[in-house]
């Protein structure tokens, strides 16, 4: 029988590891042990997936050459360069294919199965994120892999039926670059019970504006009150990445 904690220990290692998460992108030169990599790797694989389908696949990156031209492809960022290991979590729907194959069957793509797949990998991707810090690595995920989601598929050698739903560099942190925990929504802005349900939404908003601007003055980064409401509206203005949804039909997914 499983035990409930008592009401004055409620923290656990995992809760420990989450509770200090932050986004890491400079690595010391120290590789990481292939055996301590597959041990991760592994954990995190009984991660749940839907109906044991289990469409995703992890394709693991070391060569630098590579890594330089993902770098390019994500827009520039150089600590996919510099981190040893970059690891791509990808929705993957051929062993579904083969599976119907095999049956007589045909695969019917729409878009809970676009979703299941992506699902999959987002899962298996942050038990990665959350077992390795538990291990001290540190790393940082990288959804400009989708601007150009074709190409990065092609330098991965990824058969049709398989794209880069996000990536991630993992590494050993360079401890004095570890950078502060970014302040969150306050959690009644985001935890509901029973109904959903905020008072004031704009004064929320406005509150956090001014605790992350706390935050990044502290870091002697300047910006105006609406250090956090301004520039995600901004990056509304225009459709992020207009092209997605038509690339990733042409490699073989239904958004339909």
């Not at 979703?115 to 400009?144: H, K």
């Not at 301004?230 to 990056?235: E, Q």
Request: negative net charge; proline residues 5%.
């Amino acid at each position: 029988m499983t035990s409930t904690p008592e009401k004055n220990n409620l923290t656990t290692p995992v809760t420990e590891v989450l509770n200090k998460h932050v986004s890491v992108r400079q690595y010391t030169d120290q590789d990481i042990d292939d055996n301590l990599l597959m041990t991760i790797l592994n954990a995190s694989r009984r991660s749940p997936t839907s109906s044991n389908m289990q469409t995703y696949s992890i394709v693991v990156v070391r060569n630098p050459e590579v890594k330089k031209e993902l770098a390019v492809l994500t827009g520039g960022q150089k600590h996919i360069e510099a981190c040893p290991v970059f690891i791509a979590f990808c929705a993957d729907i051929t062993r579904l294919e083969a599976i119907c194959e095999m049956h007589g069957q045909t695969l019917t793509k729409n878009l809970e199965t676009t979703l299941v797949s992506s699902i999959d990998a987002a899962l298996v991707g942050m038990s990665v994120q959350t077992a390795a810090e538990s291990f001290g690595l540190s790393g940082v995920m990288i959804g400009g892999i989708r601007n150009n989601p074709k190409e990065a598929a092609e330098l991965l050698e990824l058969p049709k039926g398989v794209y880069i739903t996000y990536g991630m560099c993992l590494g050993w942190p360079k401890e004095d670059l570890i950078p502060d925990r970014k302040p969150r929504l306050a959690e009644h802005v985001v935890i509901h019970k029973e109904t959903y349900k905020v008072d004031n939404l704009e004064g929320e908003i406005r509150t956090y504006n001014q605790q992350l601007k706390a935050h990044y003055e502290a870091q002697n980064r300047n910006l105006d009150d609406d250090a956090w409401s301004g520039p995600i509206a901004k990056k509304q203005e225009k459709p992020n990445r207009p092209k997605l949804k038509e690339t990733l039909e042409s490699m073989g997914f239904s958004l339909d």
